[in-house]
Structures are given as C-alpha cells and as structure tokens.
C-alpha cells in the first residue's frame, strides 16, 4: 500500500524507486534530472544562496522542457517539476524556500536536521500551502523520531530512514539499516507512508536488503558523486573508487564541522567522512586549532587536497568498497535496478530448495 | 559453492543455516543442544575456567546421547559433538583449549579478538591437529582481516562477518552489515569459504537480507539472550524484551572493560550494551573510578542492578527492539527460518511486478 502511494506520487517511475540524494555542494541539476529521466528521482541541495538555488531550479526546467519525455513525467510536469529539493532547515529561511517552492513545485522537498521535530511540522505546513503537489519527504534516524515526526506532520509525508553506514550528516548514535528498517516498518504499520531507505546501498544488493528488509524504495548518496554528472572534485571522487573497506577507512565525527565552520550543526548529528590527515592528527592529540589552520591552507590547492594524506572534507558512507567506476546517472539508476531484481532472483533460486 | 560446503561441514542442518552465537556467560549447553537439534548450531563460549566448559560439554554430550536424533545428525555424534566451542582467545590457553577439543572434538571452534592474526594460524593448526573434523572459525568486522585471516589460515576456515549493530564486543570501527557482507562476498569470491553473517540480525527479514547480501548463513546473539534455554539473567531479559530503537538505546563503549576488569581486550574493540547509567555518567563526566564503584555495588544486588538506572551491564545489539517474547530456541529458529523464506517470497512478489 504504501509503495502504491509512493507511485501514485511519482508516476513516471520505474520500480523499485532509485533515489539521488541532495548531497551538498556536488549533487547539482545535471546529476537530479538524469536520475529523474532515468525513472528515479533526482535531488537537489539548497544551496548556501537561495539565488544560486534558483539558476540550479531553473537550469533542470530547462532540461525537462527540451527532452523527450515519456507521457507519465510530461504530465507531472505540467504542475511540478520532478526533481526534489533538500533542505538542512537549521540554518535556513523558511521565507526563503517558500518563495523558491512555491515558484518552482519541485514534487518533493526533503528536510533534515531541524533543531526541533516542530520545525519539520512548520515548514511542511508552508511547502503544503505554497505548492500543494510537492510531497514533503523528512530524514529520520530512529523509530522515536519518525513517530514524533509523524504525531507531527500527519501521514501525507515520505520518511527517509538514514542508517548509521550512510556518509555525510546523520545522527551520531543510530543503527545500520539492517535493523532500523525492519523495526520502522513495524512501528509504522498503521501508517500509509512510504519509507525510503540510505544509508550504506551502494549497488543492486543492498538495494534488495533494503526493499526486504521493509523500504520502498532506496536511497544512494556515496555511489552518486562517483556519477559522471556529480559535481564532485576529481581527488575526492579518486578516493570513493579506490577506498575499500568502509567501515576501517571511514569514521562518524564531529571534526569537520568544528574546522569547517559547521559547528552549529545541531548536536546530536556527526557526519560520516574517509579518514584523512585531520582525524589521524585528532586521534593523535593534535589541537584542533592547528588542524583547522591546516584545513585552511589545504583550500588553497584543491588539487592535491584530497586523501589519505590530505585535508579536505570527503564525506561519504561504509559502502565506497562498492564504488570502483565512474558512470553515467543513468547507467547507476539501471544497474541498481537490475543487480536488485537478480539479487532477489538468486536468492528466491536459492530459497526454492529449501525444505521449510 | 560456499553453501555446499557449509551443508557438508554441517550435513544435519536446514537451510538457511541459523546459528547461535557463543554468549558469554549466558549461552550455555541448554541454549546450544537445542539450536542444534533444531537443525541449526549452537555455540557455547569457553568459560573463565577449562573446568566449567568440560562440564557444559559433558552435558551436552549427554543429551545428544540421550536424545532420538535424526539419521544425519546421529551420523556426526559417532566422531563429533555437534555444537561449536567459542574463545576469545587474547586472554584464553591454547593449551587447555586442545585438550579440550581433542577430547570433545567439537564440531565447530569460533575464534575471535586475537591479538594478533597470526594468533588465528596457530590456533587453527593446533586445533586442527587435534581434531581433524573441528572446522575452525574466525569472526572479522573487515575485509582487510579477513583477507589477512584467509592468507595466514588458508581456505579450510568458515569466516564470521560480524557488523556494527551486533551486540557485545566487536571492532570499535566497522561498517553494518549492509555494505559489509557484499564487499566481503566480493573479496572472497575467488575462496570457498563460507561466510556467516552477525550483528542485528533478529529475525527473518534481518535473515533474508543477510542472504542476499551474500551470507551463506547467519548468525544471532541478542534474539537467543531470550531464549527460555539461555542463562540471561531476568532483569537483562527484561530489558531485551522492552527496548526498543537499539540505535539510539545502546552505545558502542570500552566503559565496561574499564569497570569490569576487561581492560585488557585488545584495544581495536569495545562493545555493545544497553544505555544505563554508568553510560549517563560517562557522558555527564563523572569519573570513571566512581561509575567502577557504583557497578561494584550494584553487583550485590543482580536482581535490581539491570535496566537504564541500573549499573549491571547488558550487551545487547541494535536490534533488540525486534525481540519482544521469550521463546524456546527451537522457536526461534524455525521462525527465523519462515519468517526469512516468507520475507524472500514477498520481495519475489513485488519483484515480479516490475519491468526491468
């Protein structure tokens, strides 16, 4: 039922639902509306300018108004526009966004980290008012927040439920997807809302966990700044395909926001980044004083910036063992597809012997 | 290949192979016979003294020899006792263990938080000379130990891939299970070692993916802590029974090693427990010699100790809150079984609506 839903919103998709997420700065328009062409749906981030939000807007109409497309996205675009737009709405005008909303009717809005669960209620009242197509999508992290989220908002919003592999900005204490899935699914069994899943699907098997495990569809964020549309920078997008081992090369911390000038993200959330000079320098003791100032300095030479022995930022998720090639948006949304329906052939294959 | 070798290792079991984990101090000979006569297998952990687990395998033995058992399974008790034998063996006597082994020769040895991996090697050779029909195995949370285990150990090994929800101790940094087991199936592909799956699996879906993710079996610790056979003490169960939204209600920490006396685990691993409030303390600052005193305290009362005010310490995993019944093993391993064909044949079902 509520897959059905999830359809009903976003008719022109194919199942099972690939979602890009609005991973900020590097998911721009190119990458969100070839995911949406693709029979996925493609996000994009606010933008630290709301004016710099708009050319991205206004950059995916035009994409959308020249291509071909098939008759059940043309139809959605007659009232929206079939990407979506992603917010961190603790630091971000509510204003603002109606405005860019409400001229735009991206079909679906993703908010995330609120410094309250009754910001997310606000803000979904005005996305409502200002453009009543677009369904308001909120990132949760446990079964207690989704509930308060839902007492809320009512039952007219997607969840997407963020485990703890997933790279970037999520809470610092939450659980894989292994087991947040199957418990949300239960606990919102009374519930007609569809749940996505992110957090560590980087290919067609844990897209198949995932949809097992209770999703609706799923979420990728690491596997897309490998994507050739992804804005990603070149040393950074190296390290996604040669990292192996996620769980090792990766780790949650608060760090990067206190060099990064993020420091007022809101507390209980880390973010998930491959380990580089900066966290060896923490573990070791050094000020983080010295490690900002060397932060800094690195900004200079994006270049060389990236790495093992770099400083800049790479955040990403458990899954880049998963990630070895660049490849198309397309390409991405049909692979996963596909090795998500072999995934779960094989695995029937293998069920059919079983005497149970 | 891996599954057929499994089947062969184990050649009364039904698939999916369940298993449960070697608990210590609470799985013990009850909870082990019974997930065995199940058609699964059951691991009791090495106690504190040689002499205790000599008892608990006495036991077990009796209860094999006493119990009508079906044709395979008989066929393995004429030169094996059909349930593993766990060690943590930084801390344990190899020694002891071989004549241990030699004398009981259990079908199984679990390995785990060497100091070293070439500790591994020279356990699994020991053991092996010992006992020829023991299959040794070695519990990872990397790829890069894994490969490190395979190169050191050789190919007649089962891998234990224990992700970040599992409850206990376990590597400090690792991934779920989610991007852990495809990326290790992938590593290990040109291997015919079978890989079983641990850590937040609970149930059938939490099974069902762990298949399809690449797992030739799985493993659960926290769901048999509610076992009617295990020896969890009744304020533990308790709170198994009652939490829910492990991720958020447990935290990975090295404070109990420091407050029980374990201090000397090796130092890339902690554990998962329940949130209590020696965990609060932590967090509020209070040090640790006062939190060690309070737990000591605690000790004389184990009937009030448990529960988030208490002091007791429960290693639990993330996915406590799918365990909300006590139930006999038996139980809880066909149910697991069911619960993860049925969960296979409702991803089929939704799968074969979808044109890829």
Known sequence: MTTSKLIRLLPWIQEPLIVSAPMRPFAAHELATAVTLAKGLGFVPNGNQTVHTRSELEAASKIFDSAALPQALGDVLKHSLPIGLGYQIYQESLEEAVELISEFKP???????????????????????????????????????????????????????????????????????????PEAADALSQYNIPILAAGGISEGRGAAAALSLGADGIVMGTRFLAASESKTPKGFVEQILHGKDGGRTTRRTRLFDNIRGTSDFPSEYNGRALINQSIIDEDDGIPEDETKQEYEDALRDPATGYGQKGRLVSYAGTGIGLVTEIKSAREIVEETRRGAVHAIESIQHRASRWRV
């Not at 209620?121 to 079964?143: C, D, K, Y």
């Not at 207690?144 to 999520?170: M, N, R, Y």
């Open 107 to 181: 079909i679906a809005v993703w908010l995330f980290a609120a410094r309250q669960n009754e910001d997310y209620a606000r803000w979904a009242e005005a996305i409502l008012g200002a453009s009543p197509n677009t369904t308001v999508w909120i990132q949760v992290g446990t079964i207690a927040e989704a509930l308060a989220v839902v007492k809320l908002c009512g039952e007219e919003i997607v969840l997407v439920f963020q485990g703890s592999d997933a790279g970037g900005h999520g809470l610092q204490h939450s659980a894989g997807l292994i087991t947040l899935l």
